[in-house]
């Protein structure tokens, strides 16, 4: 009998995260069982239970994490995100190996950049894993997007995994499992991690708890993509923070004023190797996008403003 844990199998996040409320932890408690029990216990068909039964059977197919994201990929690969002013910000894309993280108020159009980033990947035969939080980008959108494209004949949805989740629970089993999804499938190229902000809402964790399973997160994605050449994109709503009369955060007293912050401070993710940019919407079809701070930025120096203005047609920022 094993006590090795079962986040690290060969299993998809989704297949872990009923496995983890079910009460199974390690590959004794699935040696305990039976492949008809557990499909039992997980509501899934006999042959998912019994894919399971041999992940747990077989070898770890674990990446050497000392291969170096350059020997994989080279330094200089960079993939279009489909927005125009964002490329410009970026340097000319999305880099491997970088996390772009994207704030913006309800409606800014962030989800649609990150579902149009997945083009860019697909079109290049690389895998995607697309997780969202609160239902803003469906499989139906991705895959439209994906028509317009030069693999329309097969829409390209072969190489995207999509997971929706809807409780913490989900979350937590999600972010402690990721690290051996990917190990397991490492030519994911692309992680999407939308509306991220929605699962850690005040209500949702203790402060405490909020942030272990981010330290979590930000450690993950540090090891990813530094060993795995993994590129990230995370969007989040801003968030609405009370000022009082002096300019100092309060809590709302007579007269205070409130301003839209990111819901992440700068430091949830690697600083290293994060981009973060926040869309400014000034009319209902315009806008600036700017950028917050990039790996290149010095910390506690003041640096230059950097946005480029954007224009909304049909709905879809360019």
Do not use: W
Request: proline share 8%.
């Amino acid at each position: 009998m094993s006590d090795r844990p079962l986040s690290t199998l060969s299993l998809a996040p989704n297949m872990l995260s009923a496995l983890a409320r079910a009460g199974y932890e390690t590959v004794k408690d699935i040696q305990d069982s039976t492949p008809e029990q557990l499909s039992k216990d997980l509501n899934i068909p006999l042959p998912a239970s019994q894919a399971v039964f041999s992940a747990a059977a077989g070898p770890s197919r674990a990446l050497p994490m000392t291969q170096s994201a350059a020997a994989m990929m080279g330094t200089t690969k960079q993939y279009s995100t489909g927005c125009q002013p964002l490329d410009r910000l970026l340097g000319g894309g999305l880099k491997r190996g970088f996390i772009l993280e994207i704030n913006g108020p309800p409606g800014s159009g962030k989800e649609q950049i990150a579902a149009s980033a997945v083009k860019s990947f697909v079109e290049c035969n690389e895998q995607v894993l697309f997780v969202d939080m609160q239902n803003m980008v469906p499989p139906a959108t991705i895959k439209r997007i994906l028509m317009n494209g030069p693999r329309a004949e097969t829409d390209g949805m072969d190489l995207v995994s999509y997971l929706s989740f809807h409780s913490t629970v989900e979350i937590v089993a999600f972010i402690r499992s990721l690290t051996a999804y990917l190990e397991a499938n490492p030519s994911t190229a692309l992680l999407v991690l939308n509306s991220l902000a929605f699962p850690f809402q005040p209500h949702t964790f203790t402060l405490k708890s909020r942030f272990a399973i981010l330290d979590k997160l930000k450690q993950t994605l540090a090891r990813t993509c530094a060993s795995m050449g993994l590129t990230v994109i995370i969007t989040s709503q801003l968030t609405t923070k009370m000022l009082e009369g002096n300019g100092q955060p309060g809590s709302a007293p007579p007269g205070s004023k409130s301003i839209m912050v990111p819901s992440f401070a700068h430091n949830n993710f690697p600083t290293g190797r994060t981009y973060r940019v926040i869309i400014v919407p000034q009319t209902r079809t315009t806008g600036v996008m700017r950028l917050l701070s990039a790996p290149t930025h010095v910390p506690n120096r003041a640096q230059p403003l950097r946005e480029e203005p954007y224009q909304k047609v049909r709905g879809v920022i360019s």
